[in-house]
Nanobody
Framework: QVQLVESGGGVVQPGGSLRLSCVAS????????MGWFRHTPGKEREFVAW???????YYSNSVKGRCTISRDNTKNTVYLQMTSLKPEDTAVYSC????????????????WGQGTQVTVSS
């Protein structure tokens, strides 16, 4: 059974940086596409970034230029490096395994981690 475990969240001041990690277990990692989404109460899950198994990447307009998604197949891990953080980046960030459909649609993902909280506040 596939398991995804996120870490790296925390409280950071505006303008600060964080690196989130998502470790996958239970299946081959190198041939899967992965995505990061974020969720706040009362809102739908929002696409953040996607990385294909060949390392192609896509970003939402809201984080483009401030976030970098990467992967280390030797560690079964996908990362999300976030810089110049803003209060509106506050959310629970989750990683997911892309299955089928549009990569910016959460319904296209077959598995999710439990998420890690990011709070941007002064």
């Amino acid at each position: 059974q596939v398991q995804l475990v996120e870490s790296g969240g925390g409280v950071v001041q505006p303008g600060g940086s964080l690196r989130l990690s998502c470790v996958a277990s239970g299946r081959t990692f190198s041939d899967i596409d992965m995505g990061w989404f974020r969720h706040t109460p009362g809102k739908e899950r929002e696409f953040v970034a996607w990385i294909g198994w060949q390392n192609h990447t896509y970003y939402s307009n809201s984080v483009k230029g401030r976030c970098t998604i990467s992967r280390d197949n030797t560690k079964n891990t996908v990362y999300l490096q976030m810089t110049s953080l803003k209060p509106e980046d506050t959310a629970v960030y989750s990683c997911g395994i892309f299955y089928n459909g549009f990569f910016n649609n959460p319904s296209a993902y077959s598995a999710w981690g439990q998420g890690t909280q990011v709070t941007v506040s002064s």
